[in-house]
């Protein structure tokens, strides 16, 4: 009559300790993760900025805002970029893995099963006696059991590795996010900078072909006694100094090229045409409200994630200083036959549970308590520094915009009045009123200013690339999240 006691008192057992669980499921050590406070300011740059643009946008920021350049080749190479990076791709797979490490950390919110069977070849000798009842020495043994261990999460120590690792997928979403926008930004920056140096390069050849002709029409000149050899001395370095601007901006144009290539996941020798700078437009400037960057740059949310993983992480090592209590059970049996190992008699089980406190550690887990809040303290300070680079990188932004649009204008303006004497020089020309010379020297001065507001047009498009990855992009609209 012992046996049905000794069970019922171990069911009691494994009662009472649910029970515990339940009442403590509630529980998590460490703090609860609150989000970081950010002092945004009223506004980002020290006084009204004005451009000269055309407007400026006051809706959302597009998660496609490379659409805004107005250009659909320069649309078919951003999407291509994206279907084909290797660092898209790395980035994706990294957060596939970090999903699958929060469905596994999860589970161990529930019991482990397993289920073992070991047959074995055993021989006594006949030193021993024989376990058998038919005395035999030399006899296989089959043995079957399942087993069940659970270690109920009493102070929520699992609960804030679980929330530490969705921090961490949460980190790894906001990185993929934010590669997709430096991919996007780097790829436009790069084409529209192709297309510049294409551009430049084409009206400094010109400029350099029309000083070629003016240092001989200078030399005939010289031989007709019309001209000193002063004059044809200082032609030629002109012309020298021209020449040498000419392999610099080829080179740049090359490598650029290379990039872009590159940033479509081309080899070198694939790169794609070169777009006309013409088939750009400039679009209208995003709208910068301060206190939503916090929302819109990936940067500052990922950043927030390290604060919420550190702050779980404290949570971990103060579980690690309380009681651990784990339950097990197992159920199985044993025979010389296999059909023999359930029936009557050989049936095996047992019931267990365990609880265990540290008493002493040499201050190890007080000291990893310490260090965790030390780090969580770090994580914060840190998240309010890349909240204050980006403000300094949209005011940048800003300063460089406002900058480079009226660099622009006074490159359109030099480059409207040289135009307009080159246009004078050539009617005197055409009535006999100047020399040749003097018309080929106009036109240099024409195509230099030319190719120097090609190149204040292309550091102002640079500039509105900045200004979208500098407020995000808007990568993290949902549109853009559904497409991870």
Same mark, same amino acid.
């Given at each position: 009559? %012992? ?66 350049? =107005? ?34 950390? %999860? =589970? ?23 376990? &058998? ?25 699992? %609960? ?22 430096? +991919? ?15 551009? !430049?390069?084409? +009206? ?20 007709? =006694? ?55 437009? &400039?679009?209208? &400037? ?22 919420? !993983? ?29 059909? %023999? ?25 007080? #000291? ?38 009226? #660099? ?15 246009? +004078? ?16 020297? $106009?036109? !240099? ?14 550091? &102002? ?10 407020? =995000? ?7 853009? $999240?559904?497409?991870?």
């Amino acid at each position: 009559m %012992r046996k049905p006691f000794q069970q019922t008192s171990k069911l009691h057992a494994i009662g009472l300790a649910a029970c515990i669980t339940s009442l403590l499921a509630g529980c998590a050590a460490g703090p609860d993760y609150v989000r970081p406070k950010v002092n945004a300011p009223q506004a980002l740059t020290r006084g009204p900025v004005a451009t000269t643009l055309p407007g400026s946008n006051t809706g959302d920021i597009s998660a496609q805002w490379w659409q805004a350049f =107005g250009s659909s080749e320069l649309d078919a190479m951003v999407q291509e970029a994206m279907e084909k990076s290797p660092t898209i791709e790395a980035a994706q797979a990294t957060l596939r893995a970090a999903r699958q490490n929060v469905v596994a950390q %999860r =589970g161990y919110f529930l019991p482990s099963v397993q289920l073992g069977y070991n047959p074995s070849r055993q021989n006594t000798g006949q030193s021993m006696s024989a376990p &058998l009842e038919n005395g035999d020495s030399l006899y296989t043994y089959h043995t079957a059991q399942l087993s069940v261990s659970y270690s109920p999460d009493l102070f929520g120590s699992n %609960r804030r590795q679980v929330e530490g690792l969705q921090a961490a997928e949460e980190n790894q979403r906001l990185q993929l996010q934010a590669a997709r926008l430096s +991919l996007a930004a780097n790829l436009v920056a790069a084409v529209i900078q192709a297309s510049m140096l294409q551009e !430049q390069s084409m +009206l400094l050849q010109q400029a350099v072909e029309a000083a070629q002709e003016q240092l001989q029409h200078m030399r005939k000149q010289q031989a007709n =006694g019309y001209a000193s050899g002063m004059d044809v001395a200082t032609q030629q370095t002109l012309l020298l100094q021209l020449q040498q601007e000419l392999p610099p901006l080829q080179k740049s144009l090359e490598q650029t090229r290379n990039l872009v290539a590159t940033l479509m996941a081309r080899t070198p020798d694939k790169a794609p045409a070169l777009l006309p700078l013409s088939s750009f437009k &400039l679009p209208l &400037l995003p709208q910068v409200v301060p206190s939503e960057l916090v929302e819109q740059r990936p940067d500052i949310r990922a950043a927030e994630t390290q604060v919420q !993983q550190a702050s779980a992480a404290v949570g971990v090592a103060t579980a690690a200083r309380l009681p651990q209590l784990s339950i097990s059970a197992a159920y199985g049996g044993g025979a010389t036959s296999f059909s %023999r190992m359930f029936s009557a008699g050989n049936i095996t089980w047992s019931v267990g549970a365990g609880l265990l406190a540290p008493i002493f550690s040499g201050g190890t887990l007080l #000291a990893h308590q310490k260090a965790a809040q030390a780090e969580l303290e770090a994580s914060a300070a840190s998240y309010q520094s890349t909240v204050l680079s980006a403000f300094q990188d949209v005011a940048n932004a800003l300063y460089a915009v406002d900058t480079d649009t009226r #660099a622009l204008q006074m490159s359109r303006d030099s480059e409207s009045a040289s135009e307009t004497t080159w246009k +004078l020089s050539q009617s005197q020309l055409n009535a006999g009123y100047a020399s040749l010379p003097t018309a080929l020297a $106009a036109k !240099q001065s024409w195509l230099q200013a030319r190719a120097a507001s090609v190149a204040a047009h292309g550091s &102002l498009y640079g500039d509105v690339v900045a200004l979208y990855q500098s407020l =995000g992009g808007g990568v993290l609209k949902p549109e853009a $999240a559904a497409k991870q």
